[in-house]
């Protein structure tokens, strides 16, 4: 039988389902970004998806849905909430890559240690640690949680709303 490796992440389930679930919410923030994607360019489901993941990264993606939303969304108003929940959106998604990309150990009592390697410019990667309970990884899962439905609330005004906005 194959030998395998036992990780910390093995001996916390909390922490483990705490970032399962933080993955999961995530899927759900980047398809509810995808829907308001198709709203501003004025596309089905379908051809937003197909948009959507021709871009690589998230940075990118959101880049171009802000540069949408700049130049087509007519209401004032709307276009500096959608603004706000992008620039959140960019913040949640460093911290789920901070999760979610990092090197996990012990680190006490229902905690993990959380090893990201930094890199500042063309310089070694630099490393860092920050120790996480199961909850604290939830709170994160919330922030996602409320992001998406403030971004489906906008999404569904936007179809439902007033003619204008976005643009026709």
Known sequence: MARKI?????????????LGRLIGHWAICEHELENVLGNLLRVDPHRARYVWEAFI????????????????????????????LLKQANKL?????NHIHAIWAAGGKQKLTRLRKTRSGYTVALPEFATFTEQDILNDV????VLSAALQEWRLKAEFGPQGWPPA
């Open 6 to 18: 036992t990780i910390p992440l093995d001996a916390e389930a909390g922490i483990a389902a705490a």
């Open 57 to 84: 990264g998230f940075a990118a993606k959101n880049e171009l849905v802000m540069k949408l939303n700049h130049q087509f969304t007519t209401d004032k108003a709307q276009k500096e909430l959608l603004h706000g």
């Open 93 to 97: 998604n460093d911290i789920r890559n």
């Open 142 to 145: 919330e922030k996602i949680s």
